[in-house]
């Protein structure tokens, strides 16, 4: 890094103001209610929460409808491309009080997968119902997996608490529906069917713990290890949240590989050094699958997300280059707002436009931007004043969190060395996971080397030993550390804060309340 310029004085004001990271979040209290009444815009409230995680694609979503006669509890009819549950069911899990609304999502959930999967395409018009016959359920039992999975796991994103639930819910269904719980040409036994929806949410709740594992790693800065996380939950499913973020991972990874020292409002930990072994990748590689991921979102994303719009021309300029193009980036650069003006001007300034990037660099100067904004203009202006592609990396510092924690009644990060669950990911990697004291132990081990540690505690009964628990404030959390550096990067609704000296990250929502917090080493 340039000598005279103390990043690290910087980066106590910066709050970095991209948003990025698109994965969904536990709302607190969100799937809560206290009487059993379930109206018809409680559920197409749920319905649109649980679009919204997926993504805003380009396809027409479904119409949810509520059929006030006993049928198949809930369906899909792809030749009306609506989604059918039965007032009946809404009745079933209106009398799950609390759970009452995890019980919908996933009934929905579980409706939407078949449209979001494709799983209709060849039906000609039938219905996809909850209840299939055994010989239809049977064909198409993988179909009917793959809904369970990817229905539990966007409900549980979404803030839902399905995995609890199931068991009741099918119990209930078979009750009232007047089903016998053995086997019948109409549908298949309670068990299995109880069996194969567990094994789901099972699954699914490794996909929730990954992908959040995922998310905070990208927001520490360890984009080597969040592509390894989030590459496995693509060979399970696919979403535009994952590939956006993994985009992004991506680009992190390039970014710190590449020849230079200039700082984009993606990185959120520009000083971590990245395990450059752990994927193998060249920074030309990484530009190649970044533009395979950006290829999998829809250009309504793009019209709605104008950093993400600014990153994908980024990667294209970059593959195809500059050559005939630099006149259209200035004059599109113009319009951009300042996260996108500052990575044109640092595209501009590794391709050789050292004017042309000063001279965008100046008008952000004259703007009025936030401080954190401000110190990465400063910074930059620094670097390309000198030598925009000269890194320094005996100047670069590594940070290795290792601080043991004083939860109350709850042993550190540090001190956890048995694991219930063992997860490959690749011939590389693993991850170990313990479910426990209303939290999630993940540890993520390389070459039978642990390389990042996480404790997710979502629960609200968990304090720390300073009486923090979620719900609260964030200034709750800064009054008891005012003198602390704080980090920020942008989710889809809310941001993340990292209070670096005590290995803390908090999971807020927009009105910077703690949605969930974590200890993390690495």
């Known amino acids: 890094m340039t000598k005279g ?13 991209f948003s990025v990271l698109c994965g969904a979040f536990s ?21 649109k929460e649980l679009i919204a995680f997926i993504g805003y694609e380009d396809r027409i979503w479904p119409k949810l409808k509520v059929l006030g006669v006993r049928n198949r509890v809930a369906s899909y009819s792809p030749l009306e491309n609506t989604i059918w ?13 609390a759970q009452s609304r995890s019980a919908t999502s996933f009934l929905i959930a579980h409706e939407l997968a078949h ?39 966007i409900a549980e994103q979404a803030g839902y608490k399905v995995v609890s639930v199931v068991d009741t819910l099918l119990d209930l269904i078979y009750q009232d529906y007047l089903l016998k719980p053995e086997a019948s040409h109409s549908y298949p036994d309670l068990e299995e069917r109880k069996k194969i929806a567990h094994e789901s949410c099972n699954l699914a709740q490794d996909l929730v713990d990954i992908y959040q594992t995922a998310n905070y790693a990208l927001a520490l800065g360890l984009y080597s290890e969040a592509i390894g996380l989030y590459r496995w939950i693509k060979s399970s499913l696919t979403f535009e949240a994952l590939s956006i973020n993994l985009a992004m991972a991506y680009l992190g990874n390039y970014f710190v590989l590449s020849d230079t020292d200039l700082k984009y409002p993606l990185l959120i930990k520009p000083e971590i050094p990245i395990i450059r072994d752990m994927m193998d990748f060249s ?12 290829g999998r979102i829809a250009p309504s994303s793009y019209s709605q997300n104008a950093a993400i719009r600014m990153y994908n021309t980024f990667v294209q300029y970059k ?28 595209l501009l300034a590794t391709e050789g436009f050292i004017s042309e990037s000063k001279k965008l660099y100046q008008t952000l100067i004259e703007k009025e931007v936030s401080p954190g904004e401000k110190a990465l203009i400063d910074y930059n202006l620094n670097i390309i004043s000198q030598d925009v592609n000269k890194k320094q990396l005996d100047q670069v510092e590594s940070h290795q969190g290792s601080i043991e924690k004083n939860i109350d009644g709850i042993p550190s990060i540090n001190r956890v ?15 170990r996971k313990k479910h426990q004291f209303g939290s999630v132990f993940v540890n993520l081990v390389a070459r039978n080397y642990s390389i990042f540690k996480l404790q997710r505690i979502f629960d609200s009964s968990v304090k720390s030993s300073n009486g923090l628990f ?26 993340y804060a990292i209070i670096t000296e005590v290995n803390i990250i908090c999971k807020l929502d927009q009105a910077k309340s703690i949605l969930e917090w974590c200890i993390y080493s690495y």
């Open 5 to 17: 310029f103390c990043l690290q004085d910087a980066l106590k004001v910066l709050f970095l103001t």
């Open 27 to 47: 709302i607190s209290g969100q799937a809560q209610i206290s009487n059993n009444a379930l109206t018809d815009s409680d559920i197409q409230e749920i319905y």
């Open 85 to 97: 549950i039965d007032r009946q069911a809404l009745a079933i899990c209106g009398s799950l009080g």
């Open 115 to 153: 449209f979001y999967r494709k799983h209709s395409e060849g039906t000609r018009g039938f219905a996809e119902g909850f209840l299939n016959s055994q010989i239809v359920y049977t064909a198409q039992q993988k179909d009917e997996v793959e809904a369970d999975v990817f229905g539990a796991f």
């Open 283 to 294: 920074p030309e590689e990484l530009l190649i699958e970044a533009n395979k991921e950006f």
């Open 319 to 346: 593959i195809k280059g500059l050559s005939n193009s630099i006149e259209m980036l200035e004059e599109n650069g113009n319009k951009k707002n300042v996260e996108e003006k500052i990575i044109l001007a640092n």
């Open 417 to 431: 060395t048995v694991y219930d669950q063992e997860l490959q990911l690749n011939e590389n990697q693993l991850i």
């Open 470 to 495: 979620i719900g609260q404030p964030f200034n709750a959390w800064t009054e008891i550390y005012p003198h602390y550096q704080i980090l920020s990067s942008k989710h889809s609704r809310g941001s």
